[in-house]
């Protein structure tokens, strides 16, 4: 399974970005597909997942972001509206072979054996 990430780069504060994870060997609709963060100096945090017709989000991106799948191109999206400094980081894409209906295992690094290299995302004016 290999996971390609793309889309990241320089924003202003309260500007948008899409992210993209181009998923092969595995399709992102038999999958938990997500999406987690790292800032410089601190730990990998979890971002949004999808499942089934599930979504989930943390708090703090909550309303701002948005994941979706594109069946058809086999490709996992971060939309990122209302983009805050804080918001700067590596974005890295995973999948998870096991269809994780509850929060308690989507948001969990733990739960997903594929991951991206990341993109840079760098929110800043």
């Known amino acids: 399974v290999q996971l390609v990430e793309s889309g990241g780069g320089l924003v202003q504060p309260g500007g948008s970005l899409r992210l993209s994870c181009a998923a092969s060997?595995?399709?992102?609709?038999?999958?938990?597909m997500g999406w987690f963060r790292q800032a410089p100096g601190k730990e990998r945090v979890f971002v949004a997942a999808?499942?089934?017709?599930?979504?989930f989000y943390p708090d703090s991106v909550k309303g701002r972001f948005t994941i979706s799948r594109d069946n058809a191109k086999n490709t996992v999206y971060l939309q990122m509206n209302s983009l805050k400094p804080e918001d700067t980081a590596v974005y890295y894409c995973?999948?998870?072979?096991?269809?994780?209906?509850?929060?308690?295992?989507?948001?969990?690094?733990?739960?997903?054996?594929?991951w991206g290299q990341g993109t840079q995302v760098t929110v800043s004016s």
């Open positions: 995973a999948a998870a072979s096991t269809i994780y209906l509850t929060p308690e295992f989507s948001t969990s690094q733990a739960s997903y054996e594929y």
């Open positions: 060997g595995r399709t992102v609709t038999s999958s938990t």
């Open positions: 999808a499942s089934s017709d599930m979504t």
